[in-house]
């Protein structure tokens, strides 16, 4: 499947974003999706996931009560919506497919998308 990211960008701390990601190849509605992040000289890190169905979601406890993640299987497009931004969310944010494993191990995802830069200012 290939993954696209977008919708990131520069905000103050506070702000809000919506990131998209577009899928194409694979039957997007079978598998779950994750959002991963990496911030300058550290990991990649898990962010958020949702199941095929949307029913099921799990946030890292850094985001938790401030990002939430969805997906519209109709048009192939998970969504990941950031509000009260802070400084340390600033990352490049990427897509990827839920392959096996736990949901908070980046090592659970493949399919890696071209991430989408976050930058968030004091």
């Known amino acids: 499947v290939q993954l696209q990211a977008c919708g990131g960008g520069s905000v103050q701390t506070g702000g809000s974003l919506r990131l998209s990601c577009a899928a194409s190849?694979?039957?997007?509605?079978?598998?779950?999706m994750g959002w991963l992040r990496q911030a300058p000289g550290k990991e990649r890190e898990f962010v958020a996931f949702i199941s095929w169905n949307g029913i099921v979601t799990d946030y890292a406890d850094a985001v938790k009560g401030r990002f939430a993640i969805s997906r519209n299987n109709a048009v192939n497009t998970v969504y990941l919506q950031m509000n009260n931004l802070k400084p340390e969310d600033t990352a490049v944010y990427y897509c990827?497919?839920?392959?096996?494993?736990?949901?908070?191990?980046?090592?659970?995802?493949?399919?890696w998308g071209q991430g989408t830069q976050v930058t968030v200012s004091s």
């Open positions: 190849g694979r039957t997007f509605s079978s598998y779950g």
């Open positions: 990827a497919r839920k392959t096996s494993g736990q949901v908070r191990f980046t090592s659970a995802y493949s399919d």
